[in-house]
Every structure is written in C-alpha cells, then in structure tokens.
C-alpha cells in the first residue's frame, strides 16, 4: 500500500512539475514572453518605437473654439493609427500646460471613446476646461499674443484596457 502511495505521489509532482520545466526551458531565453502574449509585446514596441518610428502625436485639425460663458474648450485631432491591430481608445485626460512657463492652464479628455482600425485615421474631440489660474496666466502673460503653444502633460489614456499614464518627469522636453 505504501508503494502505490508513494507511486501516486510521484506521478502527481512529475504532472504538475514536467509541464512547468517544460515550458522554462521553451522560454528560457526570453522568460518575459511566457506571462506576455507576442501580440501585446508587439504593440508595446510599436508604442515605444521599437519597431519604427513610434507614435505619432496626433495632428490638429482647424483653430480650436472656446466658449467664454462656460469656459471650456474644444480641439479637434487627426490621429492614424500605426498598429498591426484595431483598437478602441477609451479614455485620455491630462493637463493642459503652457510650453514658455510650463504653467498648468487647466485640463481636457476625450469627449468620447473611438474605435480605429489598424492603419486607419479617425479625428478625436478632446474637450477641456481653463482654471482661473489659467485665465490669469493668459490675460497676464499673454496678453498681446495670438497664439499660445500649449502641450497635454501628466496625461493618462486607455487603449482597448491598456492603460498607460506618464507625468512631466516621464514625458521629457
């Protein structure tokens, strides 16, 4: 009776442990491919621009319009989408800062989420809102000026639920 327990035993440990080597072994030049599929491995290269150029920041489109009575704003992008896969951007938020200063203005998001087939161009509508801090900044650093060069820094965006999130430190100049 001891011999089969004991023979049970070892079949039970090699089931459970020769599959887990097994696959060690497959991967073991590149443990990090066993827990991501190559599929996401890829998209985060093309992201990063390891596989090209990257990601391109997305193109405005016309003058963007701002309504003096509720203070918001409104701006319009062109974006193509340089993956190999459809993908759905579900949300992107962030600060809008002045480039001179580098003064925080206020904030905008994605009015609403897209869906954009590999290779294809669509136009996002990011909508946002001045603080008054902002405005201030404006009347009196900017007065005279036209136009203002403003970035989206400390942003975060979800693409189909992969979420990335950088603040100023990550972003670079």
Known sequence: MDKIRLILTLVTIAIVVIPIVGMLLAYQGNLLDLFIPPGIAEVADD???GNGPGLEPPLMVGEPTYDEETETFSATFEFTNPFPIDITINSLSGNIECVEHHFTLGNAS??????????????LTINGKWTNAGKSHFQNDHADEEFVVVVLSDF???ISGIQIQMDENQMGE
Request: no cysteine; hydrophobic share 50%; aromatic share 4%.
């Open 156 to 158: 975060a965006v979800d």
């Open 110 to 123: 994605l009015s609403e989420a897209i869906s954009i087939d590999a290779g294809e161009t669509e136009m």
């Open 47 to 49: 992201f990063m621009g």
